[in-house]
């Protein structure tokens, strides 16, 4: 269990962006389920602690393209399809951004990163087709011990998101 208190921010960080989730959907008047579970390190290990499909796993990457970063969002069975990605902005060149990189700019961890841009996460947002197919999607929302389980419908009102495939078939 993490105690936070006023001296640690990257503590205090990852607990205001799951709150700021939270007000957003109340706000929006969307449902969702809050679960809270031991720290799960893989797509995998989420889909299990939360008793869903991997399949509906809102799995949320961060990459550098060219030379700003982006939020890219696919199901959680899938893999990124670098190639689609660069075709699309044109890119030279993709990363996945490193753990100091994440750390850095936002206070979260791999695994922690919420699928949200703008105004919960600082980064354009994109989603692949894979979210779309399901009827609900399940997310770590800013820790690895904090998971929203919601509507698909509901998250793509209120994620306001450019969709497009990115993910390999």
């Keep these: 269990m993490e105690i936070s208190d006023s001296k640690n921010s990257k503590s205090k960080r990852r607990g205001n962006i799951y709150n700021r989730i939270k007000d957003l959907l109340l706000l929006e008047g969307v449902s969702f389920r809050e679960l809270h579970h031991a720290?799960?390190?893989?797509?995998?290990?989420?889909?299990?602690?939360?008793?869903?499909?991997?399949?509906?796993?809102?799995?949320?990457?961060?990459?550098?393209?060219?030379?700003?970063?982006?939020?890219?969002?696919?199901?959680?069975?899938?893999r990124i399809d670098s190639v689609k990605i660069k075709k699309q902005f044109k890119a030279k060149k993709i990363r996945f951004a490193t753990p100091d990189e994440l750390m850095n700019t936002v206070g979260l961890v791999p695994g922690s990163i919420p699928p949200f841009?703008?105004?919960?996460?600082?980064?354009?947002?994109?989603?692949?087709k894979?979210?779309?197919?399901?009827?609900?999607?399940?997310?770590?929302?800013?820790?690895?011990?904090?998971?929203?389980?919601?509507?698909?419908?509901?998250?793509?009102?209120?994620?306001?998101?450019?969709i497009f495939e990115f993910s390999k078939s």
């Design 39 to 78: 720290p799960t390190r893989t797509s995998e290990e989420s889909a299990k602690a939360r008793g869903e499909s991997l399949k509906i796993g809102g799995k949320c990457l961060i990459l550098k393209v060219d030379k700003d970063f982006k939020a890219f969002v696919l199901s959680a069975e899938k």
């Design 130 to 162: 894979s979210i779309i197919k399901n009827e609900k999607i399940a997310f770590n929302a800013g820790s690895l011990t904090d998971s929203i389980i919601m509507s698909t419908e509901d998250y793509l009102k209120v994620s306001d998101a450019k």
């Design 117 to 128: 841009g703008p105004p919960i996460m600082p980064f354009p947002l994109y989603i692949d």
